[in-house]
């Protein structure tokens, strides 16, 4: 008997920290989530509200007619509607109003978690141009570079051209990789040269280029983030570098990298 109550009393000590870490798995994830949740249940709610009022609309118009026919006619007829109609929409209302909330908290939650990384992002970048500007000084521009170049061959290694696709522009033949979109394409230095400073001409003038817009001129496609990444003259001009690696498949690759960094909310 006492070792069947142990063995029970053992279950129930395994079964609660198994219940503790589910809850809190659930938690994790809900609070991850709120936004799209929040959303969703903002817009079933719109959807609920509609039909919500569709339906109630026969019995309003019901209760309407009844009031009218106990009315004098001399009164304005909006009032009638309204007396007669109004709590038949009560349900509805209630689900629009908190469906409303809904999509408000959403949006809150969305803002607040932007301010957050675009915080972050700045610090780290701060951070990043603090390190790199002490490394240089600590060991040399030319070792800086050779650490640069140490640092493209591995890119090129862990993105093999072999399992890439490689983008085909009229702007040359040399195999160019790009460190932020991970794509391989084929460009020149020349004219990649010849980009920079264009768009550094548009810079002075237009105060800040998007990420796109570089990769319209070098001849590939926008990507998902490029509109929120970019230049901004304040932070200096665009200044690419170049680094000569061979892929995998011997191939000579022009690394391209950017000393000055795309940054988010460049406008």
């Given at each position: 008997m006492g070792?069947?109550?142990?063995?029970?009393?053992?279950?129930?000590n395994m079964n609660k920290p198994n219940?503790?870490?589910?809850?809190?798995?659930?938690?994790?994830?809900?609070?991850?989530?709120?936004?799209?949740?929040?959303?969703?249940?903002?817009?079933?709610?719109?959807?609920?509200?509609?039909?919500?009022?569709?339906?109630?609309?026969?019995?309003?118009?019901?209760?309407?007619?009844?009031?009218?026919?106990?009315?004098?006619?001399?009164r304005p007829r909006w009032k009638t509607y309204i007396k007669g109609a109004w709590t038949c929409y009560i349900p509805s209302a209630v689900v629009g109003t908190l469906s409303i909330f809904c999509l408000i908290g959403a949006s809150s939650v969305n803002v607040r978690r932007n301010a957050a990384l675009?915080?972050?992002?700045?610090?780290?970048?701060?951070?990043?141009?603090?390190?790199?500007?002490?490394?240089?000084?600590?060991?040399?521009?030319?070792?800086?570079?050779?650490?640069?170049?140490?640092?493209?061959?591995?890119?090129?290694?862990?993105?093999?051209?072999?399992?890439?696709?490689?983008i085909i522009t009229e702007r040359g033949n040399t195999l160019c990789y790009d460190v932020i979109s991970g794509r391989y394409f084929k460009s020149d230095m020349d004219k990649l040269k010849k980009i920079e400073n264009e768009l550094n001409r548009r810079l002075r003038d237009e105060m800040y280029?998007?990420?796109?817009?570089?990769?319209?001129?070098?001849?590939?496609?926008?990507?998902?983030?490029?509109?929120?990444?970019?230049?901004?003259i304040d932070h200096g001009y665009i200044e690419l570098t170049f680094s000569s690696q061979?892929?995998?498949?011997?191939?000579?690759?022009?690394?391209i990298d950017y000393r000055v960094a795309p940054r988010y909310e460049y406008h």
């Open positions: 070792d069947t109550k142990n063995l029970e009393t053992k279950g129930e219940l503790s870490k589910i809850a809190k798995s659930i938690r994790t994830v809900v609070n991850k989530r709120s936004p799209e949740i929040l959303t969703g249940i903002g817009i079933a709610g719109m959807i609920t509200t509609t039909v919500m009022a569709v339906k109630a609309t026969p019995k309003a118009l019901v209760l309407i007619e009844e009031r009218y026919r106990d009315e004098s006619d001399e675009a915080t972050a992002y700045t610090l780290s970048e701060s951070a990043l141009k603090e390190y790199q500007e002490k490394v240089i000084e600590t060991i040399g521009e030319k070792k800086e570079e050779s650490v640069r170049d140490a640092v493209a061959k591995d890119r090129v290694d862990r993105n093999p051209v072999s399992s890439r696709e490689v280029i998007s990420l796109n817009e570089f990769y319209y001129e070098i001849g590939i496609n926008p990507i998902s983030i490029g509109y929120d990444l970019g230049w901004n061979l892929a995998d498949e011997g191939t000579p690759c022009l690394v």
